[in-house]
Nanobody, 129 residues
Framework: QLQLVESGGGLVQPGASLRLSCAAS????????IGWFRQAPGKAREGVSC????????YYGGSVKGRFTISRDNAKNTLYLQMNSLKPEDTAIYYC??????????????????????WGQGTQVTVSS
C-alpha cells in the first residue's frame, strides 16, 4: 500500500522553528519527485517546496524561500521540512505528496499540485502568540 504519513506539526510562537516529517511506505521515496504543500482556511493550496529524484535539486515557493529547507533521509525513507522564523501567515495544514506517475519528470514543480498523485493526510501548523 502506497502511503505518506506526516507528523511534527503543532502550535508555536512567531519566530520559532518546527520540523515536519513525512514517512513513506510502499515505495522508495528518493526514486520519485516529492514535495510539501500547505492550505490555510479559505485559501487555495500552495506549493511550499519540492525535491527532484533525479539529482536532489530543491525548489521553494517565494513566501518560504530562505526560511524553509526540504531534505530527505533515504535510509529512513522519510522527507523533512525544516521551518525556521515562522510567521502567523505560515499557519496551515501541511501535506507531503509524491509524483508516482512521473507527471513532473525530470524536475519537480513546486507550483503544480496537479503533478502529485499520492498525498498524506496532513499535519496542522499554527503560528500564533
Amino acid at each position: 500500500q502506497l502511503q505518506l504519513v506526516e507528523s511534527g506539526g503543532g502550535l508555536v510562537q512567531p519566530g520559532a522553528s518546527l520540523r515536519l516529517s513525512c514517512a513513506a511506505s510502499g515505495f522508495t521515496l528518493h526514486n520519485w519527485n516529492i514535495g510539501w504543500f500547505r492550505q490555510a482556511p479559505g485559501k487555495a493550496r500552495e506549493g511550499v517546496s519540492c525535491i527532484s529524484s533525479r539529482d536532489g535539486s530543491t525548489y521553494y515557493g517565494g513566501s518560504v524561500k530562505g526560511r524553509f529547507t526540504i531534505s530527505r533521509d533515504n535510509a529512513k525513507n522519510t522527507l523533512y521540512l525544516q521551518m525556521n522564523s515562522l510567521k502567523p501567515e505560515d499557519t496551515a495544514i501541511y501535506y507531503c505528496a509524491a509524483d508516482l506517475y512521473g507527471s513532473s519528470w525530470p524536475s519537480c514543480r513546486v507550483a503544480f499540485s496537479s503533478d502529485y498523485d499520492t498525498w498524506g493526510q496532513g499535519t496542522q501548523v499554527t503560528v500564533s502568540s
